[in-house]
């Protein structure tokens, strides 16, 4: 007897399914008769593309003082919400910005954030990376915090090889964040460049107050291009 494909449009990989169980081809990271939540191991993402993504156990680390860390959930099973791409897992943290301690971190502080929203061809020469990317969630790891990102643009890969329409991890120092440098908003989209740096064993993009993040405009974007078109230009390291 044939049974109806109900495939989840977020989920699935297509709306054919087993004519005989029913199931579904589920995108990676997802399970379910219907591909409607996310495996253990995994969380939620904001992207159609990669609506689960991998939640890395402590071995995986970067090699700093962790006694704070955490991997931000239970590593359970969640459910993948069409409306919202999609959806916050019961993991996702919808806290969409970073407030000051009092003022603690002033001195530390000083004027950073005028270095990290400079664009530049000088400061695109001096970056491993320079991408735009729309942040989707976030994890904290001790002294740093790691954003999960779609990559929607790539103007120089890095040693990372970071590439177009993928999902991603950008690091940044906890302390810089509470400076505003960068100063981030979950489902934003910026213009990013940082540095290469070793993360949990394996080369990622870090952005810190040495770097740039601005809001993805069309100036910045073109901005970029131009710079990008210019690459041959920048002094040999």
């Known amino acids: 007897m044939c049974k109806v ?76 919400n ?20 009092e003022g603690q971190y ?6 950073c954030h005028l270095r990290t929203t400079e664009l530049s061809f ?15 969630a976030r994890e904290e790891f001790g002294d740093w915090v790691r954003f999960s990102i779609e990559v929607n643009d790539v103007f120089k890969a890095g040693a990372a090889k970071v590439r177009r329409g993928t999902i991603d991890s950008l690091w940044v120092p906890r302390a810089d964040l509470r400076c505003r440098c960068p100063n981030v908003k979950l489902k934003t989209s910026y213009v990013i460049l940082g540095s290469d740096q070793m993360h949990g064993g394996r080369i990622s993009m870090t952005g810190d107050r040495n770097g740039s993040v601005l809001d993805a405009s069309e100036e910045s974007v073109r901005r970029l291009r131009r710079y990008q078109s210019r690459t041959r230009r920048c002094p040999k390291k």
């Open 5 to 80: 494909c109900d495939c989840h449009p977020v989920g699935s990989l297509g709306r054919t399914c087993n004519m005989t169980t029913g199931q579904c081809p589920c995108k990676d990271g997802v399970t379910g008769l219907t591909c409607n939540r996310c495996r253990k191991g995994y969380q939620q993402s904001r992207s159609p593309i990669a609506p689960c993504i991998r939640v890395h156990h402590v071995d995986e680390l970067p090699p700093i003082n962790t006694n704070r860390a955490s991997s931000g959930g239970n590593g359970g099973e969640s459910d993948v």
């Open 82 to 101: 069409e409306e919202d791409a999609e959806a916050d897992g019961a993991r996702y943290d919808d806290d969409d910005d970073y407030e000051d301690d």
């Open 106 to 111: 002033d001195e530390e502080c000083a004027n």
């Open 122 to 136: 000088s400061r695109f020469c001096k970056r491993n990376f320079a991408i735009q990317a729309t942040l989707l």
